[in-house]
């Protein structure tokens, strides 16, 4: 079996990161790097890979260690001391990005992340890239005195295949994002969008018959007839800026009203894809402080 552990996994990114490391949490693979005078990149390793030899698989769902926690709350206050402006990214979400996502997709989420949001926030971390659910969606939580933006962006090879340019204003203490997509590759140079498109509609598709048939436990007709909307739902909150048109919101707004518990729960499901969260999520300034 190849495996690739802790101390290999620094090599091989030695020069994407750990090489200008002006700290390293000894206790995970979490690093700090000032990639421009002023700005410091907190680096969080928030996967669980401990046990993947053992258990012989790799483990999906993510968590901040305490040991690990104690080194980032080490460092922000530093940062602030010294006039840095902060931004966080970690491969696993730190706040919901649709309600009922800790629930539904818990393993897409750090472990207990309410309060690890809250701890960094108020420690001076407002603002987080994260990624390991594909879609490009921005998410705010509001603490009693601070708060914090989760930035997940999709994947390429998820469509709509995003991407995210970022500019900080440090003397400003802001932070620009903005979003573009790939439109061709060279196997599909003109209909790579709808190529694209059609294949995460399938796989899609197919996830959410398993899941209603086997979670919810619907009959293989009902399935058959509520997986679609489930795929649409899900594409929409991929692609981010979630906008559902009268037919849709006339079909989940029915559901929602049913007496049957079943159909009420995926009503809900599809409300939730559908209703994007504060803030926008391809266009946005944010404040780093």
Known sequence: ?????????????????????????????????????????????????????????PTTAGRLSQATQAWVLGLLPVAKASGKSVIGMMHHGVVEHYTGQGTQ??????????TVGKTLADAGLK???TGHFHANDISQADFTSSKLYD?????????????RFASADLDKKTLALSTSQI?????????????????????????SYTLLTNTYGLDVATATSLAPLMSYGMMAHYAGDESPDATTQATYNSMLSSTDTA???????LYSLWTDKTPADNVITIPLQ
């Open 1 to 57: 079996m190849n495996y690739v552990g802790p101390e290999a996994f620094k090599q091989i990114y030695q020069d994407c990161g750990y090489g200008d490391a002006i700290s390293q949490d000894p206790s995970s693979l979490s690093y700090v790097a000032e990639p421009v005078p002023g700005l410091w990149v907190f680096a969080l390793d928030s996967c669980d890979y401990a046990d993947n030899l053992t258990n012989g698989t």
């Open 105 to 114: 997709f818990s393993e897409y989420l750090v472990s207990d992340y309410g």
């Open 183 to 207: 439109t061709s590759i060279p196997s599909h140079e003109t209909d790579f969008v709808s190529w694209a498109n059609t294949f995460l509609y399938n796989g899609l598709n197919n996830q």
């Open 127 to 129: 603002v987080i890239f």
């Open 151 to 163: 930035c997940e962006t999709g994947s390429l090879v998820t469509a709509p295949s995003p991407y």
């Open 263 to 269: 159909t009420r729960s995926m009503g809900q499901i």
